[in-house]
């Protein structure tokens, strides 16, 4: 805000920003709110309860896609994470940047029913060319390959986390200093050992970063899983089939606003713990009287 | 002298090429891993997509062949008129998302601390805590006949007769994309205005410059690429999320995603792949043209 | 002072590099002897940053080679040759403490824990920042950080040291302290230092030697001095020093003198056993501390040119008077401030200078 500008708008404008913030926020909260009332969904009466939160546990099919879908999220994170990593730094050593950087976006700009429609129909496909391959073969070896099932629902997963955690990376690796590395050569350092020393310790915030965007994405993904999962469920195919013919439980309520709690603690984590870094080091430049160069 | 130094070749010799050991070789296809498994496991796909649209239909699955049925299907029947409505509609969600979000990027870029803009950024994911499903699913309630936003205008004395079109039509569906989709505007904006440096305000108020004129001549010029890459996206997903309509649409609100679900469903595999070759094309087209309009490659600037 | 007999600590061959359609350095050959102070001046984008860049092992060539002590290292990456290298800035290691930022070779190469800490002390002391050992380096001012950088290689105990515009993110004042310190630390340490720089007053502070570079070409080198006082080429004579560039055309020759008319004067200069025609163009170069202004006619024949006073400016301890000659051309004449009586402009002046002063450069 500069000097000569009106107070009052500046404050309209906040207020305008924190309310579409607010919209935008409503189903959160709405959920939230319905999950400790003992009535269920669309009750007049209100009374406080933690009844749903303990019955999620005694709920066999949803503690079933919990497990699932957590399986899938820690797969997809050890997958994707490591491999936008090694992208970002391929993306930064490379001179040609138009094609790495259109492959790895273009997932965003590919609407769900569509990438998954296209990727169940490649997979069948496969899975057909490799079982008439095992019979010329005479093997059964290739007949579970690309067969839907759990590794097919991760591959998916991965193209779609694939951006995110590769621009969240990016965006933090655009801070790093590319002399910092050179200087740790320049010190008899070979270049695994520059990454592992140098680099990776100041790029830690946005890989952790990525690996909660991921595992979030991944827990409230609904089309693509379901469209290339095997024969299990996960959260998301749980509470759309309860939807669809009886209306979520209210455990599932219970167990949506949980998620939706966790994933506002860990990212109202990430912005406490970089607010904290951030308000330190201009405290300590404040507090110096000679220019600081970095 | 190092020990560095004396591990290095002993006496002169012809000068040694540069040569890639076995490890340095490793090391350069490591680094590709991630662009072939997106090659194998998402360009190729997508790209399949056209040959196996032209694919004979079975009873319960696909053969090989070459039959332009699925496009017939697709393009001589009522799916071609609920594709280009889809796409208007779509277009209005992207407008209006533009005008509601876009401000707000200028807004932080230029008015909030610097060290605070990615934080107050970061607001807007809070949404996606929750699924989308969830986040759609609770638009039914508060849109209905009897729902949160007509009581409320009602009790007001703003209307007498509740609104009966916020809910299964494509006003619905618009409301819908623009809840969904909002962030990704702010997202893109906010990229988008990191090609407007702040000087320029200082610059406009020096030389007097009113806000429509310098938005107009100043600021839309420099963040084009950003904001046509945030519309696209908008644009693309408003077509391609079957989730929207499904919940919240009715009698001929149909998209792109919808048309699929329901070929798939129906067991109609190659209709399907004619829908995703169909809307990969028009991603492409846009793409296309924005990169000859706008020079795409901009964006990325300040990520390299 | 200098060690001549042994093989050169850097020697480098034919160096070529390019990106593409840009040629960076084109076919350079240098040597530099061990123990010295080498300085690498020019413009900025002239390609001297790219050959430091490529001893170090940081740029591979693209031909040509690279001997370090008589060993061809063209091949070998940063970590693997003899050298360490101090950059202009943000080369610290934000996360780690000074000492830990000193200490970090020693701890790549593997050396125990109390050696390195006796190491690390030794090096601060060295640069007198042993008070600082536990400060962060965003903690520290831009003159300290790059005194943490010199430790850091110093503690290394490589023989050859690249410094990449070391002082460049400094202010003016800071930076000239650096200079003379950077030339003590280099004479206790006895190592070869090879310095870029585009500043030429920081060039002549530190260097033993100096080699001019500019788009991709070694212009020339030579000891600090003769590079100021006897420039070789026209180029040299322009980025070094405050000097005249004189456009002119041979008219005569006899013996060791060549006779140059440039405007509406004759000049006489010494051939320098340079290959000069009668006709050809030429141009003279003169310091502007050499030249003197005077009001009277009929100076030295061959050695004084007539120009019309166009302005003076003064700088402090000296004041440039311009002169604008009858071909156009813009002399300066530099002088202590003395006196506060410069010609009013339009007043005719002579300009004159000692024999000898004046420079023959044909390119």
Same mark, same amino acid.
């Given at each position: 805000m500069d000097d000569y500008a009106n107070p009052w708008l500046h404050r309209l404008k906040w207020a305008y920003l924190l309310l579409v913030v607010l919209t935008l926020m409503a189903p959160v909260l709405y959920v939230m709110w319905i999950s400790f009332?003992?009535?269920?969904?669309?009750?007049n009466a209100y009374d406080f309860t933690w009844k749903w939160y303990g019955l999620i546990l005694s709920d066999a099919q949803l503690i079933g896609a919990l497990r699932w879908t957590l399986a899938l999220a820690l797969v997809v994170t050890a997958i994707t994470v490591p491999m936008a990593l090694v992208a970002a730094k391929h993306y930064k050593a490379t001179r040609n940047k138009l094609f790495p950087v259109f492959l790895l976006l273009a997932p965003l700009f590919v609407p769900p029913d569509i990438l998954g429609s296209a990727l169940l129909v490649s997979f069948k496909n496969a899975n057909l060319a490799f079982v008439w391959l095992g019979d010329r073969l005479g093997?059964?070896?290739?007949?579970?390959?690309?067969?839907?099932?759990f590794l097919t629902a991760v591959i998916g997963l991965v193209i779609y986390t694939m951006p995110y955690a590769f621009v969240v990376i990016l965006i933090t690796m655009g801070?790093?200093?590319?002399e910092q590395t050179e200087a740790a050569r320049a010190c008899g350092a070979n270049g695994w050992r520059a990454f592992r020393d140098i680099e990776f310790p100041q790029i830690r915030p946005g890989v952790l970063s990525a690996c909660a965007f991921t595992v979030i994405l991944v827990f409230n993904e609904y089309t693509r899983t379901s469209l290339l999962k095997g024969g299990f469920d996960t959260f998301t195919t749980v509470l759309i089939s309860q939807m669809l013919n009886?209306?979520?439980s209210g455990q599932s309520y219970a167990m949506s606003a949980m998620v939706s709690f966790v994933a506002i603690a860990v990212i109202g984590t990430i912005i406490l713990v970089t607010l904290i870094r951030s308000e330190a080091l201009a405290r300590e430049a404040r507090a110096k009287a000679e220019p600081v160069m970095s | 002298m190092t020990a560095a130094a004396s591990e290095t070749?002993?006496?002169?010799?012809?000068?040694?090429?540069p040569r890639a050991s076995a490890s340095e070789a490793l090391g350069r296809w490591a680094f590709r891993l991630p662009l072939i498994f997106m090659l194998v496991f998402f360009a190729l796909p997508m790209a399949m997509t056209v040959v196996f649209s032209l694919f004979e239909r079975t009873m319960f699955w696909m053969e090989p062949g070459f039959t332009l049925f699925s496009y017939e299907n697709f393009f001589f029947s009522a799916r071609l008129t609920n594709f280009l409505e889809s796409m208007k509609y779509s277009a209005i969600a992207v407008a209006i998302c533009f005008v509601l979000g876009f401000p707000i990027a200028v807004f932080v870029r230029r008015s909030v601390p610097q060290v605070a803009q990615h934080r107050v950024i970061l =607001?807007?994911? =809070?949404?996606?805590?929750?699924s989308e499903i969830i986040r759609v699913f609770a638009l039914r309630p508060v849109l209905q006949r009897n729902g949160l936003v007509n009581t409320t205008l009602q009790n007001l004395g703003?209307?007498?007769?509740?609104?009966?079109?916020?809910?299964?039509t494509h006003t619905g569906v618009v409301i819908g994309e623009v809840l969904s989709f909002l962030p990704f505007i702010v997202f893109s904006g906010f990229l988008a205005m990191?090609?407007?440096?702040?000087y320029i305000f200082e610059v406009c108020d020096d030389l007097g410059v009113g806000p429509w004129r310098r938005f107009v001549d100043v600021i839309l010029p420099l963040a084009a690429p950003g904001i046509f890459a945030g519309s696209v996206f908008i644009f693309v997903n408003g077509l391609g999320v079957a989730l929207l309509p499904n919940i919240l649409?009715?009698?001929?609100?149909?998209n792109a995603g919808l048309i699929a679900t329901q070929a798939i469903t129906a067991l109609d595999f190659p209709l399907a792949m004619a829908v995703s070759a169909i809307m990969m094309a028009t991603l492409m087209a846009l793409l296309w043209i924005g990169h000859r309009v706008?020079?795409?490659?901009?964006?990325l600037t300040p990520l390299s | 002072m200098l060690d001549r007999t042994a093989a050169p600590a850097v020697e480098v061959r034919g160096l070529t590099k390019t990106y593409g359609p840009v040629?960076?350095?084109?076919d350079v050959s240098v040597s530099i002897a061990a123990g010295e102070y080498f300085v690498l001046l020019g #413009?900025?984008?002239?390609?001297k940053t790219t050959l430091l860049r490529a001893i170090g092992g940081f740029h591979r060539p693209t031909a040509g080679e690279i001997l370090l002590h008589g060993k061809e290292?063209?091949?070998?990456?940063p970590d693997k040759r003899p050298t360490t290298m101090v950059f202009q800035?943000?080369?610290?290691? #934000?996360?780690?403490?000074v000492a830990q930022n000193v200490g970090y070779g020693l701890k790549v190469a593997g050396l125990p824990k109390a050696q390195i800490a006796d190491k690390v002390a030794q090096a601060l002391e060295m640069v007198s920042l042993s008070p600082f050992a536990?400060?962060?380096?965003?903690?520290?001012s831009g003159g300290q950080q790059q005194r943490v950088q010199l430790a850091r290689a110093f503690v290394?105990?490589?023989?050859i040291l690249l410094l990449d515009?070391?002082?460049?993110?400094?202010?003016a004042q800071l930076r000239k302290d650096m200079c003379l310190e950077l030339k003590h630390l280099q004479e206790k340490v006895g190592i070869t230092f090879i310095h870029v720089t585009h500043n030429q007053e920081e060039a002549m502070t530190v260097a033993d030697r100096i080699a001019l570079i500019a788009n991709g070409d070694l212009v020339e080198y030579g000891g600090a001095r003769d590079i100021y006082r006897?420039?070789?080429k026209a180029f040299t004579a322009g980025f070094v020093g405050e000097n005249n560039l004189l456009a002119g055309r041979v008219a005569g020759l006899s013996g060791d003198s060549v006779a140059v008319d440039v405007a509406d004067a004759r000049l006489r200069i010494d051939r320098r056993g340079l290959r000069v025609a009668e006709g050809q163009e030429v141009t003279l170069s003169i310091r502007s501390e050499a030249v003197r202004l005077s009001r009277d006619t009929g100076h030295l024949e061959g050695q004084s040119i007539a120009g019309t006073y166009t302005e003076s400016v003064y700088l402090g301890l000296t004041t440039s008077h311009r002169v604008r000659l009858s071909d156009g051309t813009e002399m300066v004449a530099r002088e202590i401030?003395?006196?506060?009586?410069a010609p009013a402009p339009g007043t005719p002046v002579v300009l004159s200078w000692a024999p000898g002063t004046a420079r023959l450069h044909v390119e």
């Open positions: 009332n003992a009535n269920g969904f669309g009750a093997t059964e070896a290739f007949d579970a390959w690309f067969r839907l099932s801070r790093y200093r590319a009886t209306g979520m | 070749v002993g006496g002169t010799r012809p000068a040694a090429r =607001l807007f994911i =809070l949404p996606f805590m929750v703003i209307i007498d007769e509740p609104i009966t079109a916020l809910l299964y990191e090609a407007v440096p702040k649409g009715g009698a001929g609100a149909v706008f020079d795409l490659t901009r964006i | 040629t960076a350095l084109r #413009p900025s984008g002239g390609g290292v063209g091949h070998l990456p800035a943000y080369a610290l290691f #934000p996360h780690m403490s536990d400060r962060r380096p965003h903690e520290l290394l105990d490589r023989d515009e070391p002082l460049a993110a400094l202010d006897a420039p070789d401030s003395e006196r506060d009586d």
